[in-house]
C-alpha cells in the first residue's frame, strides 16, 4: 500500500505542476480534467502525508522514551499512544481511499418507481416512496426532474420516472433498487385490517449519449395520443412517444409533455440508461455469479427493506438495520440507513481486498 500511495504522491506533484502551465489554462477542457484529477489525488495525498508525518512523530517519541523518566516518561508514553491511533486511523481511512471508485460515482442517477403487489395501496405506498426521495433531495441539495409519471385512480403511482442531479447522487441512491414492503391499514380497508404491499424501485445511472451507441434500426418508436391528465392539447395530439430496443426488449414510454419531440427525448435519456445499466450487471455477472436484478419479482417475500406504520419502523433486510422513525425517514432522513449500508459495503469490499 505504501508503495502505491507514493506512487500517487509523486503524480501528485507532477499534476501540481501542470495546473500552473499557461498552455493548460488556455485550454478549459484539458484544464478541467487536470484539475478533477488534481482533487482526487488530493484526496488521498493528504492523509497519506499526515501518516508519513505521524509515523516520524511515533519514531521520536519512542527514542525519548527510553530516554526520559518520572513526568516527562508518562508525557511521551502518551504521545505514543496517541501517534500509533493517529496510524491506525489514518490506514484505514486510507485503504478506503484506495477502493476501486465505483465508475457510476460521478453520474447523476435515473430512478423509477412502480405500484407491484397490492392493488391501489401499492401505488399509494409508490407515491409515498416518491416524496421521500424528494424529499431527501432536498435535504442533499440536489436538484429533482420528473421525467414521466403514470398516476392511478386514487393518487398514487402506477409509475413515476425521475432524475436526480447532484454530487455523490449514486454513491447514496444505488442501494435503493429493489422491493419495498410497507404494512399499513389501507385507506380502503374498512375494518382496520394490516396490509402488506410492496412497491419496487429501479435505480440507473445516468448514461451519456457517448457511452451507449443506439442504432435507430434497432428502435420502433410509436406514437399516440395520451392518456393521462395535462390538459386538451396534450389529450388531443399524438404527443405521447413509446421506444422499443429491439434486441433487449426494452420499452419506454413517455406522455407528460405536451411535445412529441420533448417526450422522445426524455424516452431516449431513459432508454439508454437502462441499457448501460444491463451492459454493467451482464459484465459485473460475469465476473461473479450471476446476480438477481434490483427488481425481483416484486412479491412481499423479495424485499430490500419494510415500513411498518403501526410501528414507526423500518428495517433494511441486507443489513439487519431497524430504526423505530419511520415517520422521519418517510420525510427524507435516510442518512442513517444510506450511511450505514455504505460502510457495510466498504466493509465487505476491504474483506476482499
Known sequence: MLDRLSDLEREFVEVEARLADPELIAEQAAYAEVAKRYRELESIVGPYRQLRGRTDD??????????????????????VDEAESDIERLTEELKVLLLPKDPNDAKNVIVEIRGAEGGEEANLFARDLFEMYRAYAG?????????????????????????LKGDDVWTHMKFEGGPHRVQRVPVTESQGRIHTS????????????VEVDVDPNDLQIDVYRSSGPGGQSVNTTDSAVRITHKPTGVVVAMQDEKSQIQNRAKAMQVLRSRLLKLEQDR?????????????????????????????????????????????????????????ALIVDERTRRLGDE
Do not use: C
Request: charged share 35%.
Open 198 to 209: 410492496s412497491s419496487t424501485v429501479t435505480v440507473l445511472p445516468e448514461a451519456e449519449e
Open 139 to 163: 435535504r442533499m441539495g440536489w436538484g429533482i426532474e420528473v421525467l414521466g409519471t403514470d398516476p392511478s385512480e386514487m393518487g398514487g403511482f402506477n409509475e413515476v420516472t425521475f432524475l
Open 283 to 339: 459484465q459485473a455477472a460475469e465476473l461473479s455469479d450471476a446476480r438477481r436484478g434490483q427488481v425481483g419479482g416484486g412479491g412481499r417475500s423479495e424485499k430490500i427493506r419494510t415500513y411498518n406504520f403501526k410501528e414507526n419502523r423500518v428495517t433494511d433486510h441486507r443489513i439487519g438495520l431497524t430504526l423505530h422513525k419511520l415517520d422521519k425517514v418517510l420525510a427524507g432522513e435516510l442518512d442513517e440507513v444510506v450511511e
Open 58 to 79: 511515533l519514531e521520536v517519541a519512542k527514542e525519548m522514551l527510553r530516554e526520559s523518566s518520572g513526568d516527562d516518561r508518562e508525557a511521551m508514553r502518551v504521545e
